[in-house]
């Protein structure tokens, strides 16, 4: 037998959340976001799911070539733009918008289109202002100037204007930077886009024209807290199964596992699961982190292994060599998971190591 802990992946799941974030952001236009191997889920297991995206979003050129591999002919959106000059092959080779954050890469744009562009090809652009998050996008005071600049160029196409938000999931957390995107575009005729999945969810005054879906996508919370998209109807995409494949009697006052973090106060029947830190399970999971074992819940006691993890069965006596143990999906939510080990259902997700086995239903 394989190794048993296995990512089940359902692409329906993405459909089905697919089609109520489109029904919430109506009339924009959404695109799928599937940086990161969308979310760890692996882009190909996804992508029968995303049919009714108006536009897939990715960071690597790499993805961006897949998706059009697949067969995608709408647009696709490369979330960082391209990081070096010869990119731009692969830009106009496989007809892909770019994001543009620094005006290092118009200069690239526009070496690129002296040498080589004489068939008068033109150039989608999202251009990125930078409205208070502070990472990515043009100074708000040049940004006007470097939109008319472009504007001005022989190679550039469409221009959608664009921004992204520190705190959309919280309640007035996007008040500032929408005040300043408002104040910079509002009379530009192009269209707009704001929105990740907080923003779709909880702020409609920022869909504009283009949203931009990611964790939502997949079914878990932008905020961390499953209970802010409980009334949703947004399903899990993902499932981390594995078994137990050792059980233990230990008596009381017994030290379990590396570092002796946790002992039993009783004596103690308890499962060892296939799943470790290898295998992107949070090393950092304490004592009492939830897992289901045959559908019901336990947790976590001791700490997390390379491949194994140490389980409660005191009071799952139903629970054997080879019973199912359910790490995050379908009935134990991953951001509840998540908040356990003081992070979010975003980098768990994108975690799950290669070694995992997924199968897709
Ligand atoms: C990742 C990303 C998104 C999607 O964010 P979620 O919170 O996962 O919905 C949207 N826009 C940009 C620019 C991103 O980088």
Same mark, same amino acid.
């Given at each position: 037998m394989t190794r048993p802990i296995t990512a089940k992946i359902f692409p329906c799941a993405v459909e089905h959340n697919l089609n109520i974030l489109k029904a919430k952001a109506n009339p924009a236009k959404i695109f799928a976001v599937l940086k990161a191997n969308a979310y760890g889920h692996d882009i190909k297991n996804i992508y029968?799911?995303?049919?009714?995206?108006d536009g897939i979003a990715v960071l690597d050129l790499e993805e961006a070539i897949l998706v059009r591999q697949l067969g995608w002919k709408k647009i696709i959106l490369l979330? /960082?733009?391209? @990081?070096?000059?010869?990119?731009l092959h692969i830009v106009n080779e496989y007809n892909l918008t770019a994001c543009i954050h620094s005006e290092y890469q118009i200069a690239w744009l526009d070496e690129w289109n002296n040498k080589f562009?004489?068939?008068g090809k033109k150039f989608d652009v999202f251009l990125k202002c930078n409205?208070?998050?502070?990472?990515?996008?043009?100074d708000i005071n040049s940004y006007a100037t470097v939109y008319s600049n472009l504007k001005n160029k022989?190679?550039?196409g469409k221009i959608t204007h664009m921004t992204h938000y520190?705190?959309?999931?919280?309640?007035?957390?996007i008040d500032f930077q929408l005040q300043k995107f408002n104040e910079l575009v509002?009379?530009?005729p192009e269209e707009k886009s704001t929105s990740n999945s907080a923003a779709i969810l909880?702020?409609? /005054?920022?869909? @504009?024209d283009w949203v931009r879906a990611g964790i939502s996508l997949y079914g878990a919370s932008p905020s961390g807290i499953y209970k802010d998209i409980q009334d949703s109807g947004l399903k899990p995409a993902m499932c981390l199964h594995s078994k137990i494949i050792a059980v233990q009697n230990v008596k009381c006052n017994t030290a379990i596992g590396y570092g002796e973090r946790f002992t039993t106060s009783k004596d103690m029947r308890i499962g060892i699961a296939a799943c470790g830190y290898a295998d992107?399970?949070?090393?950092?999971?304490?004592?009492?982190t939830p897992v289901m074992v045959e559908n019901v819940r336990s947790r976590i006691i001791g700490r997390v292994s390379m491949d194994m993890i140490t389980l409660d069965l005191d009071n799952i006596p139903?629970?054997?060599?080879g019973s199912d143990v359910e790490l995050w999906g379908e009935n134990l939510q991953i951001d509840e998971v998540a908040q356990n080990c003081g992070t979010i259902g975003y980098e768990l997700m994108c975690a799950v190591a290669p070694r995992v086995k997924k199968e897709i239903f």
């Open positions: 029968p799911g995303l049919n009714n995206a979330l /960082e733009g391209f @990081f070096s000059f010869n990119d562009n004489s068939y409205t208070g998050m502070n990472r990515l996008g043009l022989n190679w550039i520190a705190k959309a999931d919280e309640k007035h957390g509002h009379n530009l909880w702020h409609k /005054e920022t869909h @504009f992107g399970y949070p090393r950092n999971a304490p004592d009492g139903q629970a054997n060599i």
